[in-house]
């Protein structure tokens, strides 16, 4: 099995703010790595694929980097609406989640 | 634009098996060489992969869950399912299917395990 480890699992930060989020793979994943958002009471939403590879209709304050086993999500100007749990997950060997990292307005 | 949804009783009681169906609409089960996966959030934690199936019917599953599960496609109804037997209250959780790794999502349906 290939465990995720994100981090932090939870921050603070104001309007404005780049905010950081870490995803470790056990092993070489490669750059099979995916960002989500997840708001309460609703589905997960696919924001970066492929590790840096922006979906569609998602803004481009959103930007993901990374590969092997050490990959970065960023919010380049966090906003009010970008409250949420943001979860990274590997497609290299099976599936398999990072333990997300809540995101909340200072 | 392909949409997915989850339908399936809401409550299951233990030691009996959960069983769900994903319904695919706006386009073909059997086309674009997709997998189509069943994904489970317990209350308040995060995403848990159960398991996905190729239109063709190859299965993968998560490890931790495979001696219980049991995934299957039927391509003339355009619909996946999922099983889970011999379930406990570890299993309530909201579950969700999707397309591939999550490219497109369900709602979600909200499974409670309880006697």
């Known amino acids: 099995d290939i465990q995720m480890t994100q981090s932090p699992s939870s921050l603070s930060a104001s309007v404005g703010d780049r905010v950081t989020i870490t995803c470790q793979a056990s092993?070489?994943?490669?750059?099979?790595l995916n960002w989500y958002q997840q708001k309460p009471g609703k589905a997960p939403k696919l924001l970066i694929y492929?590790?840096?590879n922006l979906e569609t209709g998602v803004p481009s304050r959103f930007s993901g980097s990374g590969s092997g086993t050490d990959f970065t999500f960023t919010i380049s100007s966090l906003q009010p609406e970008d409250i949420a749990t943001y979860y990274c997950?590997?497609?290299?060997?099976?599936?398999?989640f990072g333990g997300g990292t809540k995101v909340e307005i200072k | 634009q392909v949409q997915l949804q989850e339908s399936g009783p809401g409550l299951v009681k233990p030691s009996q098996t959960l069983s769900l169906t994903c319904t695919v609409s706006?386009?073909?089960?059997?086309?674009?060489?997709?997998?189509w996966s069943w994904i489970r959030q317990h209350p308040g934690k995060g995403l848990e992969w159960i398991g996905y199936?190729?239109?063709?019917?190859?299965?993968y599953y998560n490890p931790s869950l495979k001696s219980r599960v049991t995934i299957s496609v039927d391509t003339s109804k355009n619909q996946f399912s999922l099983k889970l037997s011999s379930v406990t209250a570890a299993d309530t959780a909201v579950y969700y299917c999707?397309?591939?790794?999550?490219?497109?999502w369900g709602q979600g349906t909200t499974v409670t395990v309880s006697s």
């Open positions: 999707a397309r591939d790794h999550g490219s497109v």
């Open positions: 706006g386009g073909s089960i059997s086309s674009g060489g997709y997998y």
């Open positions: 199936i190729y239109y063709s019917g190859s299965t």
């Open positions: 092993q070489d994943i490669s750059n099979y």
């Open positions: 492929d590790a840096s």
């Open positions: 997950q590997q497609y290299d060997n099976l599936l398999s």
